[in-house]
């Protein structure tokens, strides 16, 4: 440590390493760009699965969900979404249990489908369901429960399938953000009725944009590929009879992937396993040390394998941390060099989109959205509120050993605000000396 005294008030800095500490994805190597300008030259039409994209939709099952029977690609993470729900029936008049807090493209998709949304309050430990509000949550109009494994941390699957199961309702995994996670040592994606995962720019396993979509049930598979495909793909995969009469126009949506997506996808897919160890310990060795910490609160890990590639480092603020408020603390982390900032997403009641029963878009000229009053947020959503309040997004490091320095300035800046708590709440604010250090890409904001 180079100075005890706080960075806001003069002290020298403790992460001196240049920004930014997450640069993602990384670079590509020479054997991706190689293949890309050779499907350039080969082939820019999409013909079915053929090439790239067949080839993407095997490897991502065979090895992030094995024993699942089908896998579809799509163009995002939403659009696969998308498909989960339209292949198991989710309409007008239905309603999608999701959790609280997470991307809004995790359940939005239940909007343009006219079905209704209800929010139940997740677990402080996860950041995922909570079975209970789940139970809660259902009424008659319920067709199915968007599990989202938040920030790469599985939910408490059996018992949330065992509520689905009780209520005849469907469960969607949405595994945007757990790549390669596992829930008692079974992968995520390979529990619910469907999975879908985002391969988007930020994701463990990128194409740029890109999604992918697996399940066992033939059903599913059948109504899932309509739902974004047609012609070569719904004549050639679709099984049942009478589904394959829609084989010309698809429910009438194109979805589909582009092969130079698929290319890249396959290539971050081949490098995920080295990068996921390199993630899985270094920010195993940033929160095993946090422990120590009197400002936060570090990720609840019960067996660190199980993490996949995380996604996010989002420690929440003690109640020391809470006493001195999230803005006071964010101040002296990023003074100290840290790139830091709250989390983006908003609890999505409070989301105009989830407002109304009808369709948003059909609303008059001037109207004014209602979402649900702060008060019964508060109320309702007690875990969901404070997380949203506390919690603090740091990069998510991926070159071990590599960022090994970076990641103990990071700890040396944190014991510098641990012994500085008291006297942080008596400083100016805006105190912090020279240029306010850029904040962190928050995962929250990276789309599905």
């Known amino acids: 440590m180079r100075s005890n005294e706080l960075a806001l008030v003069g002290g ?155 209520h005849g309702l469907a469960v969607i995994e949405d595994c945007s953000h757990a790549h390669g996670s596992r829930y008692d040592g079974r992968p995520v994606g390979t529990w619910g009725d469907v999975a879908i995962f985002s391969l988007q720019a930020n994701k463990a396993v990128y194409a740029g944009e890109g999604g992918i979509l697996v399940t066992d049930d033939d059903g599913i598979a ?71 910490s009197s400002t936060v609160v570090p990720v609840e890990v019960p067996d660190r394998r199980d993490m996949g590639a995380w996604y996010g480092y989002k420690p929440y603020l003690s109640d020391a941390g809470v006493a001195v408020g999230r803005d006071r603390v964010v101040e002296a982390l990023r003074a100290e060099g840290v790139e830091v900032d709250a989390p983006s997403g908003r609890l999505l009641a409070r989301l105009p989109l989830f407002a109304a029963d009808d369709a948003p878009w059909r609303a008059a000229a001037g109207d004014e959205p209602s979402p649900m009053p702060d008060e019964e947020v508060a109320e309702r959503f007690p875990r969901g509120c404070f997380l949203e309040a506390n919690a603090l997004s740091l990069p998510t490091f991926y070159r071990w050993p590599d960022d090994r320095g970076v990641v103990e300035q990071y700890l040396d800046a944190f014991a510098k605000v641990d012994a500085h708590l008291d006297r942080l709440a008596a400083v100016p604010a805006g105190a912090a000396a020279g240029a306010r250090p850029p904040a962190p890409r928050d995962a929250a904001s990276h789309g599905r």
């Not at 350039?40 to 699942?68: M, Q, V, W, Y």
């Not at 009478?242 to 979805?255: I, M, V």
């Open 12 to 166: 020298e800095p403790a992460v001196t390493t240049p920004h930014p500490h997450e640069p993602w994805p990384p670079a590509p190597l020479p054997g991706e760009l190689e293949r890309l300008a050779r499907q350039r030259t080969d082939d820019i039409g999409i013909r079915g699965n053929a090439g790239p994209i067949g080839e993407l939709e095997r490897e991502f099952r065979d090895h992030l969900t094995p024993g699942r029977t089908h896998s579809i690609a799509y163009n995002s993470g939403t659009s696969a979404m998308l498909a989960a729900m339209m292949a198991v029936g989710v309409g007008p008049g239905d309603e999608v249990i999701a959790p609280v807090l997470t991307y809004h493209a995790a359940v939005s998709p239940a909007r343009a489908l006219g079905a209704g949304v209800r929010f139940a309050d997740v677990e402080l430990g996860s950041r995922c369901l909570d079975p209970a509000a789940v139970r809660a949550a259902i009424t008659p109009r319920t067709r199915a429960v968007v599990v989202v494994h938040q920030w790469g941390r599985a939910a408490a699957l059996r018992e949330i399938l065992a509520v689905a199961a009780e």
């Open 222 to 292: 059948d109504r899932a590929i309509l739902a974004g495909h047609y012609r070569d793909r719904a004549r050639a995969d679709v099984r049942d009879a009478g589904l394959r009469a829609f084989w010309e126009s698809g429910y009438g949506l194109k979805l589909r992937m582009s092969p130079f997506n698929a290319i890249v996808a396959l290539e971050s897919l081949r490098r995920f396993d080295d990068l996921a160890r390199q993630r899985q310990d270094a920010l195993g060795h940033l929160n095993d040390a946090l422990v120590a």
